[in-house]
């Protein structure tokens, strides 16, 4: 399982961010895949997942209208829109993998390197 994601950045506040995570050596429409964040000095936070087919999407309760995950079975690639950047979304962004392929009870077994964005004037 390879995972890179992309797209991560300097950017100012209330501007839009797409993160790319590119899908190899695993059949990507067999499984779920999710978003993970890590802000500077804290943990892990889940911002969302998506099922297999891209019909089941669910969101962090603080990450709901500004965060839209989306993913191209075609192209093997997974993507999260940002819009309204705010400063406490500086983090490292990590897409990973699901166990299976619906977007409920799954667990993350395979995780990107993360890319990096920095949320600021």
């Known amino acids: 399982v390879q995972l890179v994601e992309s797209g991560g950045g300097l950017v100012q506040p209330g501007g839009s961010l797409r993160l790319s995570c590119a899908a190899s050596e695993f059949t990507f429409d067999d499984y779920a895949m999710a978003w993970v964040r890590q802000a500077p000095g804290k943990g892990l936070e889940w911002v969302s997942i998506?099922?297999?087919?891209?019909?089941?999407?669910y969101y962090a309760k603080s990450m709901e209208g500004r965060f839209t995950i989306s993913r191209d079975n075609t192209k093997n690639t997974l993507y999260l829109q940002i819009n309204s950047l705010k400063s406490e979304d500086t983090a490292v962004y990590y897409c990973?993998?699901?166990?299976?392929?619906?977007?409920?009870?799954?667990?993350?077994?395979?995780w990107g390197q993360g890319t990096h964005v920095l949320v600021s004037s």
């Open positions: 998506i099922s297999w087919n891209g019909v089941a999407t």
């Open positions: 990973a993998k699901g166990s299976h392929a619906q977007a409920m009870a799954v667990m993350l077994d395979y």
